[in-house]
């Protein structure tokens, strides 16, 4: 979710509505130091600044309700800050001239949460994304705020361990479950038959399936391993080829842009 209001209206104090302000100037009369100060749209800051920049640590509300407190550097958040959305979402973390950057915590407005890295306002590398509706959390590979890569998917009483690849598990990999076994096989992408009259319409993404290869008792790996990929030991033979209900049926309840 991008960040409400603007910051950019106390920019400048040449020729220009800049508000009110009452706190410490420099001796050129820019505000420097402690101040307080209302922007013309209607939002206030109250904290520091470096020659007439908002520099240091402050907090500026919005108008909309919105709230950040934290770091500032040349009008911009930048190091450590937290920002409460006006639909009760919460971010608090590292920051980057402007950007979630870093390692940060985003609370939603659903409840779920992300903690983990973060690039350019999106999660971006290592990160665990709870969902409250059910209580299961990825645990993995993140890219431009999509799940990518070796990961983990806790459930209540089993966990798949595999790769994703756009938000979908894919290839090989293996669901872990309490009683003590696991199942090994992988994702399949179908490949959806295209009927004459649909030619010019794109397929729609159809979800992967799951190919069974064998149950066995728990075993060490990690998408990592792949001289792994195939266990050495079996329990009782080979499994029928058997469809597991997608391991990301609880999607993501948030609807941030990022």
Request: aromatic fraction near 12%; proline fraction near 6%.
């Amino acid at each position: 979710m991008s960040d409400p209001g603007s910051e950019d209206a106390e920019s400048g104090e040449a020729g220009k509505d800049i508000g009110e302000y009452e706190g410490d100037r420099d001796g050129e009369g820019q505000r420097h130091g402690f101040g307080k100060a209302r922007l013309p749209n209607g939002d206030t800051y109250e904290g520091e600044y470096e020659h007439g920049l908002r520099s240091g640590h402050g907090t500026y509300r919005f108008k909309n309700g919105a709230l950040y407190t934290g770091n500032y550097l040349q009008n911009k958040k930048h190091g450590k800050g937290v920002f409460f959305y006006p639909d009760g979402s919460k971010y608090a973390g590292d920051w980057v001239h402007d950007q979630r950057q870093g390692y940060g915590e985003y609370l939603y407005a659903n409840g779920d949460t992300y903690t983990g890295e973060w690039a350019n306002n999106k999660r971006h590398g290592q990160g665990t994304y709870v969902y409250k509706e059910t209580g299961s959390k990825y645990v993995g590979c993140w890219v431009n705020g999509i799940q990518n890569g070796p990961a983990e998917l806790i459930h209540l009483n089993h966990r798949f361990k595999g790769r994703f690849l756009n938000g979908k598990p894919l290839g090989r990999g293996k669901f872990i479950f309490d009683i003590g076994c696991e199942q090994h096989g992988e994702y399949i992408q179908p490949v959806q038959e295209k009927e004459e009259e649909d030619e010019d319409e794109p397929p729609l993404p159809l979800e992967p399936i799951w190919k069974v290869s064998e149950i066995t008792k728990l075993t060490p790996w990690s998408p990592h391993d792949e001289e792994l990929l195939v266990p050495k030991e079996a329990a009782d033979g080979v499994a029928e080829e058997e469809e597991i209900p997608s391991a990301l049926d609880a999607e993501e309840g948030e609807d941030h842009p990022e």
